[in-house]
């Protein structure tokens, strides 16, 4: 479910064997893209791949619907997005999935996902992130949303950041090959 | 500071990077920029932390990958020899103190199941505090691009 369904629906991606050589090029590519003319030949250098087989193997990789997106990944924080939220909410079992599909519809909501509640110190269930200029305008827009989408009646938190420690892609790929 | 060439490259970029033998040179051109032109821009960028990196968003499940979201209640007196603990895994991919009793939040990714569990056990055992371990069960919507 989750990123792996939505990975073959949405990119209509058929069922694509993954194999170590892939993993390889993928693995060296969470490292970040060289920025060199001819940054796939580089890749490739570091893993004894030619330049046509890097180029081959991710546009298969991505037609597969496995790399969902390849391009730079920005900081909000350094964009002028200071604040940053995690609202979570508390909603029944048999209402998360139609929750979820209309919160993570909004313009407002960067991320939403269903995650286990950790009871009793963590009865939520539902993650959605907010992102803002400041505390004020995160606040603002959440309080909108929740009664526009109907949804102010569930218990909710909201998690500011106070503090980023660590930022950086994450590594996938055989730990060798990543190390 | 961001110029309004470097606001374009980021709302293009964003959108996707060509998979071609000069890829820079592609992404450039639209651009009305030359290919060293793009790559300087890029450096700067990169430099400057506006970039987080420049690379794939995977998705790991596919490959037997696992990811995992993860909160600690830590003790504000032993938080930054706890949060280095943490960030001494590569596997971990960001750290975000949040203002909460649960006030430590992580990303542990891995190559597989095993590895993530292996690293919340570790940082138990190192740090002497219990993990919450919150995995996806379903993913309604990841926003792939922010307005530069």
Redo the contacts between chains.
């Keep these: 479910?989750?990123?792996?369904?939505?990975?073959v629906m949405g990119m209509g991606g058929v069922g694509?064997e993954?194999s170590d050589r892939?993993?390889d090029l993928?693995s060296a590519?969470?490292?970040?893209?060289p920025?060199?003319?001819?940054?796939?030949?580089a890749l490739g250098h570091a893993i004894g791949m030619g330049?046509a087989e890097v180029?081959e193997r991710?546009?298969a990789l991505?037609q597969?619907?496995?790399?969902?997106?390849?391009?730079?990944?920005?900081?909000?924080h350094?964009?002028g997005?200071r604040a940053?939220a995690?609202v979570v909410w508390d909603i029944p079992n048999d209402e998360v999935?139609e929750v979820?599909?209309r919160?993570?519809?909004c313009p407002e909501?960067?991320?939403?996902?269903?995650?286990?509640r950790?009871l009793p110190?963590?009865p939520y269930?539902l993650?959605t992130m907010i992102?803002g200029k400041d505390r004020a305008q995160v606040e603002a827009s959440l309080a909108e949303l929740a009664e526009r989408e109907g949804v102010a009646h569930y218990p909710r938190?909201v998690?500011?950041?106070?503090?980023?420690?660590?930022?950086?892609?994450?590594?996938?790929?055989?730990?060798q090959a990543?190390? | 500071m961001m110029d309004d060439t470097d606001r374009a490259i980021i709302d293009a970029l964003q959108d996707g990077f060509p998979i071609s033998s000069r890829p820079f040179a592609d992404a450039a051109r639209p651009l009305g920029l030359t290919e060293d032109e793009l790559i300087e821009r890029i450096k700067c960028l990169r430099e400057r932390g506006v970039l987080s990196r420049f690379g794939p968003m995977v998705n790991a499940d596919r490959f037997g990958g696992h990811n995992t979201l993860v909160a600690m209640a830590v003790p504000p007196e032993n938080f930054e020899w706890v949060a280095a603990v943490v960030n001494s895994f590569p596997e971990v991919a960001h750290n975000y103190a949040r203002d909460h009793a649960l006030n430590m939040w992580f990303v542990v990714a891995g190559e597989s199941r095993k590895r993530v569990d292996e690293v919340l056990t570790e940082v138990e055992a190192r740090t002497g505090l219990p993990v919450y371990d919150m995995p996806k069960i379903r993913e309604f919507h990841v926003g792939l691009r922010i307005k530069a």
């Design positions: 479910m989750g990123v792996m369904g939505m990975g694509m993954v892939d993993l993928i590519l969470c490292g970040g893209l920025l060199d003319s001819r940054p796939y030949q330049e180029l991710l546009e991505r597969a619907g496995i790399i969902r997106r390849l391009g730079i990944i920005v900081r909000h350094e964009l997005y940053n995690m999935a979820g599909r919160l993570g519809a909501v960067s991320l939403c996902y269903r995650r286990p950790r110190d963590w269930c993650f992102h938190s998690l500011f950041s106070v503090r980023r420690f660590k930022q950086c892609g994450a590594r996938y790929g055989r730990r990543a190390e």
